[in-house]
């Protein structure tokens, strides 16, 4: 009996050690999610629509001068999906759609940050690529990043020119005159915004820029806007239609030609 007795516990012993086992290999194992270095890790909707994100988002657009549409108004983005990557700092990429184009193309945002980095401009960099718009698109808005765009008319009779134009003037001293005139104006995406415009002022031909880069204003804001202001002794001379006329070294630096 003591025999049969001491079996019938070695059996019980057996099969709870047997069910331990069970229980700890059946048991879900744990997700390492660190990413690796250089690997690319996929955001969630719910990761990448927290305000971290969203204002990361924000601050690379308006970088690029993406954010805002031709009136000032802020562009409506939606995030189609985003990852982010170790790269000797953090790599983020979104690709946004914007609620304004026609042709819903898919863009893509980048945005490298070293936090470690003492130099602002270095400590992020951002990069915006968008497909090409077709010929239709194209000619209702064009954005060339480095390439300067002219302003018609019309969008200079717009306030925010004349505003810029009169502080570019107090900036330096000056006010308009009477001959005052705009005589032509460009913009161009440089790490922000370059507005230039030649005018016709103090009987001179002078070449008005304003570099705007808003982001720059909490923490550096004597950077944020540069203003500069320089003229020709030379004014704009009258041709006779049909008439050939060679060009100074002066007029040849001219930004339009």
């Known amino acids: 009996e003591a025999i049969a007795g001491g079996t019938e516990d070695g059996d019980n012993q057996d099969d709870s050690y047997a069910h331990k086992l069970e229980r700890r290999e059946t048991s879900p194992k744990k997700v390492n999610k660190i990413p690796k270095t250089g690997a690319a890790e996929q955001l969630t909707p719910e990761e990448y629509g927290n305000e971290a994100?969203?204002?990361?988002?924000?601050?690379?657009?308006?970088?690029?001068?993406?954010?805002?549409?031709?009136?000032?108004?802020?562009?409506?983005?939606?995030?189609?999906?985003?990852?982010?990557?170790?790269?000797?700092?953090?790599?983020?990429?979104?690709?946004?759609?914007?609620?304004?184009?026609?042709?819903?193309?898919?863009c893509l945002l980048n945005v490298w940050e070293r936090a470690w980095l003492k130099d602002k401009d270095e400590a992020v960099k951002v990069k915006f690529e968008c497909p090409a718009a077709s010929e239709k698109q194209r000619t209702k808005r064009s954005v060339c990043a480095g390439c300067p765009g002219g302003l018609s008319e019309e969008e200079l009779g717009k306030p925010e020119h004349q505003e810029r134009i009169n502080k570019i003037l107090s900036f330096h001293g000056y006010t308009r005159d009477n001959d005052f005139k705009v005589l032509s104006a460009s913009q161009q995406v440089v790490a922000g915004l370059k507005y230039t415009y030649t005018v016709q002022h103090n009987g001179k031909q002078c070449e008005l820029g304003s570099w705007e880069r808003a982001w720059l204003e909490a923490s550096q804001p004597e950077e944020a806007y540069k203003y500069s202001y320089s003229c020709s002794n030379r004014r704009r001379r009258s041709a006779i239609p049909g008439s050939v006329r060679a060009l100074t070294d002066d007029e040849l630096v001219n930004s339009e030609h």
């Open 53 to 106: 994100h969203q204002k990361r988002i924000r601050e690379g657009l308006k970088q690029m001068a993406q954010l805002a549409d031709g009136n000032g108004n802020e562009r409506k983005v939606t995030v189609v999906s985003a990852t982010q990557s170790v790269v000797s700092g953090i790599s983020y990429n979104y690709r946004l759609t914007f609620a304004d184009d026609e042709e819903k193309r898919v």
